[in-house]
């Protein structure tokens, strides 16, 4: 990836160590290296928990790395212009700034490690989209490939990939396969299983979705979790993988702490077996009798079939469902303090609302950053200021792909500059979810004035019900959800594993 501060190369790890093919002078020319398209981009590097380490040390920002144990780095917006870039990457220089420390993931680029499209064997490939490697002849790029196969083939360097299998990407049909790798393959699948277990992408939400239709989960009551879209948010700082297990399509999420299902087992396969297969994999990944290991967001009617066959389930939080007429018109005594609010935030000159356009984006980063700040500055415990942090990474994501994902967006502007927006989804015909909401703090009723438009703008399009997800274990949030008379909770259900009979 881009070029050194300094050509030393001596200070790379010896075992890791890949020689660069790519010329400095040429990859400072060049645009395409540490810079994406996307916040989410799945070739965004790989971090390994000593290249963290190292990283750090050389000046990376810790909070970049969503997970000490190993991840992809959150990449950061670009100032001038709609991408983003890696943290590490200088755009004035063009250059690494943490090159001799750079990933075993960056030291192998312009080759990669990836599936085959069967999912059954690793291999190195070549990326036909780095211009370099486009314009030699395929002798130099193989005696490339050949130097990388010998440090491939260390077992030491087996070990970390089989470790951390997120350095083995997609199948990628742009990228050239060069050689089989049955040695690595053996590693991965003797450490995690020969089950494939693919990363999920933008491209997978769709099939996901269809998975959860099949499976009758989603209605009127439906918990916010079962939208798909909404688990994608989260996608930079859990990383997301998906498995066909026994006819059913099992979603995990993989935290810091290990691997657990965000959904129950998705389809027409037979639960018992599909929830069997998939705790088998999670205690591949965790440890067995891992408190990590369960199965979340598993609603009260599939709770109740499951209890009957004998499993055991913890209750957790609950969603806030609401009927739109009631939060659409805010009539009565019990809505007349929210009723003020709005009605102050009318009184303003030159207030009005609109749907969310990419370009937005920038102004809307903005205002998160100010609330953000407002937020700071208040009341909040370690937990509410971990949430905070987390948010950016999911706000990123809806500024980015809502449309792609079926989100909806509206800003409301005040003179003119965007002062609040929020994200929702239909759960059903029937139910509006808002899944984000930020307004600006110093501007007073302006958050009461969103909801209110928002609940006003889904009614209109048939919703009889709103749900705001729950209160995520805050208690302010949970005071403010409970003072707009919720017409139901929606308590979800956890399957752990020491409750799996
Ligand atoms: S670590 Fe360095 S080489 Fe790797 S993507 Fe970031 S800036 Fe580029």
Redesign the pocket.
């Known amino acids: 990836?881009?070029a050194s501060t300094a050509q030393t190369g001596s200070s790379a790890e010896s075992v890791r160590s890949v020689p660069q093919v790519v010329p400095s002078s040429t990859c400072l020319q060049c645009d395409v290296?540490?810079r994406f398209p996307d916040p989410d981009s799945p070739l965004r590097?790989y971090f390994t928990a000593e290249e963290i380490v190292r990283a750090v040390t050389e000046g990376a920002n810790p909070d970049r790395f969503p997970s000490p144990r190993g991840c992809q780095i959150t990449l950061i917006p670009d100032q001038e212009g709609d991408g983003f870039h890696?943290p590490?990457?200088d755009p004035a220089s063009a250059r690494?700034l943490?090159?001799d420390r750079?990933?075993f993931d960056?030291q192998l680029y312009p080759l990669a490690l990836m599936w085959n499209e069967h999912h059954d064997d690793v291999v190195l490939g070549w990326d036909s989209k780095c211009p370099f490697m486009g314009e030699q002849v395929p002798d130099s790029i193989r005696r490339y490939a050949d130097q990388a196969m010998i440090r491939l083939n260390d077992s030491d360097l087996l070990r970390t990939v089989a470790d951390h299998p997120r350095l083995i990407g997609r199948f990628q049909p742009d990228v050239v396969e060069l050689f089989r790798l049955p040695a690595l393959t053996r590693a991965v699948q003797t450490r995690w299983g020969a089950t494939p277990v693919h990363r999920l992408t933008l491209e997978d939400v769709q099939r996901v979705t269809d998975a959860l239709d099949e499976s009758g989960l989603a209605g009127g009551q439906a918990l916010a979790a079962y939208s798909v879209p909404s688990i994608y948010l989260c996608t930079t700082l859990l990383g997301y993988w998906w498995a066909e297990l026994r006819g059913s399509l099992c979603l995990f999420a993989e935290s810091p702490d290990g691997w657990f299902m965000p959904l129950p087992p998705l389809g027409g396969g037979p639960i018992q077996e599909a929830i069997g297969a998939a705790f088998d994999l999670m205690r591949r990944r965790n440890g067995a009798g891992s408190p990590v290991s369960r199965i979340d967001n598993i609603s009260p009617a599939l709770a109740a079939r499951l209890e009957v066959l004998g499993y055991r389930l913890q209750a957790g939080e609950a969603d806030y469902l609401y009927r739109a007429g009631d939060l659409a018109t805010l009539t009565g005594d019990r809505f007349k303090s929210h009723r003020a609010l709005c009605n102050k935030v009318e009184r303003l000159e030159q207030v009005a609302a609109a749907s969310y356009a990419l370009r937005d984006r920038a102004e809307c980063r903005r205002l998160f950053q100010r609330w953000q700040e407002q937020k700071q500055a208040g009341a909040l415990d370690s937990f509410g200021r971990l949430l905070l942090e987390d948010a950016a990474s999911t706000h990123e994501i809806a500024w980015a792909h809502g449309s792609d994902l079926g989100l909806s967006g509206t800003v409301v502007r005040v003179e003119g500059e965007i002062r609040a927006y929020t994200f929702g989804c239909w759960l059903s015909p029937a139910t509006w979810c808002v899944l984000l909401e930020v307004a600006d703090r110093s501007i007073p009723g302006l958050a009461q004035y969103l909801f209110r438009e928002t609940c006003r703008a889904a009614a209109s399009h048939g919703a009889e019900f709103i749900n705001t997800m729950d209160g995520a274990g805050l208690a302010g949030l949970s005071r403010s959800k409970d003072s707009y008379h919720p017409v139901m909770r929606i308590r979800q259900y956890s399957l752990l594993e020491d409750h799996v009979s």
């Open positions: 990836m881009a290296c540490c590097p890696c590490a990457f690494c943490i090159y750079r990933p960056c």
